[in-house]
């Protein structure tokens, strides 16, 4: 199985492979890869995303680019195994409601994948923050100019390709993991979604 999916899925390049074939690229990982492969990925696409959060915070300069970035990289790999093993866990439990037949660790790992879109727009996270502070972080002190407002509208576009290309991942894996159909994965992950939505803004 695992010879046939080579054929499919450059070995070399499966991170860039998940953009134009998602499902051959879960299962040849999924088939193939050792865990630590998972964590790997994961953990720096935790770190990808939560930079994103720092977009538009007040920068004071209390604390360096460089303290930021590096105490950031510490939270996200205590962030990563808390939330993968909580969405794991609740996707797991809410494929099962659509006939889904997937183990919590196989969605362990295929919820690590789905972290690979983050780690496209990594270099350009980095690159943004450390040339154009002013116009990723709010800085009183600091105008922003049109270039800033230009490089907004296409770090922001492009981090909204990842998100949704990662939500899109998340459908087929589950899919792939639980063999159900993409319209029940959908479902499945849309009640997740629904449910800790509403729990945030009621509580």
């Given at each position: 199985m695992s010879e046939q999916l080579t054929g499919t899925v450059d070995d070399r390049h499966a991170i860039l492979s998940i953009a134009v074939k998602p499902r051959d690229t879960i299962r040849y990982v999924l088939t193939t890869k050792k865990l630590s492969y998972f964590i790997f990925v994961g953990i720096i696409g935790v770190f990808a995303s939560n930079l994103v959060s720092f977009i538009g915070s007040e920068f004071t300069g209390q604390y360096t680019l460089g303290d930021i970035v590096y105490s950031t990289f510490l939270l996200s790999l205590v962030l990563y195994f808390l939330s993968t093993v909580l969405s794991a866990g609740v996707l797991t439990l809410s494929a099962k409601a659509f006939g889904g037949t997937g183990k919590f660790k196989e969605m362990f790992r295929m919820i690590s994948?789905?972290?690979?879109?983050?780690?496209?727009?990594?270099?350009?996270?980095?690159?943004?923050?450390?040339?154009?502070?002013?116009?990723?972080?709010?800085?009183?002190?600091?105008?922003?100019?049109?270039?800033?407002?230009?490089?907004?509208?296409?770090?922001?576009?492009?981090?909204?390709?990842?998100?949704?290309?990662?939500?899109?991942?998340?459908?087929?894996?589950?899919?792939?993991?639980?063999?159900?159909?993409?319209?029940?994965?959908?479902?499945?992950?849309?009640?997740?979604?629904?449910?800790?939505?509403?729990?945030?803004?009621?509580?």
């Open positions: 994948v789905t972290m690979i879109p983050y780690i496209w727009i990594l270099p350009v996270l980095l690159f943004w923050m450390q040339f154009a502070p002013q116009s990723f972080f709010s800085i009183s002190y600091m105008e922003t100019s049109l270039g800033d407002l230009i490089l907004q509208f296409v770090c922001g576009t492009l981090i909204i390709i990842s998100s949704i290309w990662t939500y899109v991942i998340t459908v087929i894996g589950i899919s792939e993991v639980h063999r159900i159909s993409k319209w029940k994965a959908f479902f499945a992950s849309f009640i997740v979604i629904a449910v800790l939505g509403a729990t945030y803004f009621l509580f």
